[in-house]
């Protein structure tokens, strides 16, 4: 592996993903400043992948208008990361992608610490202090780009001399069955990083302090478990692993939901380990699965993990506006029974199955 490209890509992806991860601890303060429904909250988050300079409009549908041109930006810069580091990766694909993810999960991690931070110090307005980090990794990657992108560069001139092949129905099938668990696995933590500032914030009337820690929490332990998940799902392979996650998930969540103090914190960090270190496995099978097109398999888990998390969420809302935040709750609980089913026909890997 090619540690020198791996930290830039990861530090990129830290610094891409704060603001995202900013996003659902602010989502109380938006709805609170523009008196939204639980359900356009959602639909902020569905609309997401977002930069700082949203923070300043006071206006719901530019707010949302903002959102979208700034997606374009953040939701660009996944796929051709993920490609650009699949060449700098060796044998052992999944360890070596959890060292890129580990950023991306980092930033979502401290995300809410950052924004909440700066809201309460300076106001909405505070957030445009998350600029800088990004206004500085841009000017590392462009003195860095030339080299980052050469393997890319000479991979696509070995691939223009090919013949182009559509999806054969085998790939089309496997990657369908893989979006499935992909999208159950980003509504729970999209859930989860957005109903717990809700539930704590607005309906326990809590401190916004406290959720912040226990939304980063998740997000942190969930760094940390992606170091953790790329090793163990090259040794158990990446379908026992999925599975393994998806089952303990709705205990641990469960005991979350029913305690408070240290357990909570536990439980919670646990099932962050788990959920988040599951998108680097998800993203090696894709690629695994597609190995003629690595932009379109990471740009499709990737896109799918984001799209069904806002879709997820402004689900949740519409929930939390009928039936109270505590039952949104209770419905996260048990998605992962819903993705272990889903995950029993996922395949570990094309050659596995054309050798047996």
Same mark, same amino acid.
């Given at each position: 592996? *090619?540690?020198?490209?791996?930290?830039?890509?990861?530090?990129?992806?830290?610094?891409?993903?704060?603001?995202?991860?900013?996003?659902?601890?602010?989502?109380?303060?938006?709805?609170?400043?523009? *008196?939204?429904?639980?359900?356009?909250?959602?639909? #902020?988050?569905?609309?997401?992948?977002?930069?700082?300079?949203?923070?300043?409009?006071?206006?719901?549908?530019?707010?949302?208008?903002?959102?979208?041109?700034?997606?374009?930006?953040?939701?660009?810069?996944?796929?051709?990361?993920?490609?650009?580091?699949?060449?700098?990766?060796?044998?052992?694909?999944?360890?070596?992608?959890?060292?890129?993810?580990?950023?991306?999960?980092?930033?979502?991690?401290?995300?809410?610490?950052?924004?909440?931070?700066?809201?309460?110090?300076?106001?909405?307005?505070?957030?445009?202090?998350?600029?800088?980090?990004?206004?500085?990794?841009?000017?590392?990657?462009?003195?860095?780009?030339?080299?980052?992108?050469?393997?890319?560069?000479?991979?696509? =001139?070995?691939?223009?001399?090919?013949?182009?092949?559509?999806?054969?129905?085998?790939?089309?099938?496997?990657?369908?069955?893989?979006?499935?668990? +992909?999208? =159950?696995?980003?509504?729970?933590?999209?859930?989860?990083?957005?109903?717990?500032?809700?539930?704590?914030?607005?309906?326990?009337?809590?401190?916004?302090?406290?959720?912040?820690?226990?939304?980063?929490?998740?997000?942190?332990?969930?760094?940390?478990?992606?170091?953790?998940?790329?090793?163990?799902?090259?040794?158990?392979?990446?379908?026992?692993?999925?599975?393994?996650?998806? =089952?303990?998930?709705?205990?641990?969540?469960?005991?979350?939901?029913?305690?408070?103090?240290?357990?909570?914190? #536990?439980?919670?960090?646990?099932?962050?380990?788990?959920?988040?270190?599951?998108?680097? +496995?998800?993203?090696?099978?894709?690629?695994?699965?597609?190995?003629?097109?690595?932009?379109?398999?990471?740009?499709?888990?990737?896109?799918?993990?984001?799209?069904?998390?806002?879709?997820?969420?402004?689900?949740?809302?519409?929930?939390?506006?009928?039936?109270?935040?505590?039952?949104?709750?209770?419905?996260?609980?048990?998605?992962?029974?819903?993705?272990?089913?889903?995950?029993?026909?996922?395949?570990?890997?094309?050659?596995?199955?054309?050798?047996?």
């Amino acid at each position: 592996m *090619n540690i020198k490209a791996l930290i830039i890509l990861c530090t990129a992806h830290l610094v891409t993903d704060l603001s995202y991860g900013a996003l659902p601890a602010l989502l109380p303060f938006f709805k609170e400043a523009l *008196n939204l429904s639980y359900t356009s909250a959602g639909v #902020i988050l569905l609309t997401s992948q977002v930069t700082s300079s949203f923070i300043l409009m006071n206006n719901y549908l530019l707010l949302l208008l903002c959102i979208i041109f700034a997606g374009i930006g953040v939701s660009s810069f996944h796929p051709e990361a993920f490609k650009t580091a699949h060449f700098f990766l060796k044998e052992k694909k999944a360890t070596g992608l959890s060292i890129f993810m580990v950023g991306g999960n980092a930033g979502v991690a401290l995300g809410p610490i950052c924004a909440i931070a700066l809201v309460t110090s300076f106001g909405l307005k505070g957030t445009l202090g998350l600029m800088i980090p990004g206004l500085m990794m841009s000017v590392i990657l462009l003195l860095s780009v030339s080299w980052l992108t050469a393997p890319v560069r000479s991979a696509f =001139i070995e691939r223009k001399q090919e013949p182009k092949q559509p999806l054969s129905k085998r790939e089309l099938k496997d990657l369908s069955a893989l979006i499935g668990v +992909v999208s =159950i696995r980003s509504w729970i933590q999209n859930g989860l990083v957005s109903y717990i500032p809700f539930y704590y914030i607005d309906y326990l009337k809590g401190d916004p302090f406290y959720a912040g820690k226990l939304v980063s929490t998740f997000l942190l332990a969930g760094a940390f478990g992606t170091l953790l998940g790329g090793p163990l799902a090259d040794r158990w392979g990446p379908r026992k692993f999925l599975l393994i996650s998806m =089952i303990v998930m709705s205990p641990l969540l469960l005991l979350f939901y029913m305690t408070d103090g240290l357990i909570a914190f #536990i439980c919670l960090g646990i099932t962050g380990m788990l959920v988040i270190s599951s998108i680097t +496995v998800t993203i090696v099978l894709a690629q695994a699965y597609l190995p003629r097109h690595l932009a379109m398999a990471s740009g499709l888990i990737v896109g799918f993990s984001v799209g069904a998390g806002g879709m997820g969420v402004t689900l949740l809302g519409a929930i939390a506006d009928k039936w109270g935040v505590p039952l949104a709750m209770k419905a996260i609980i048990l998605l992962p029974v819903i993705g272990f089913f889903l995950t029993l026909p996922v395949k570990d890997s094309p050659k596995k199955e054309d050798a047996g």
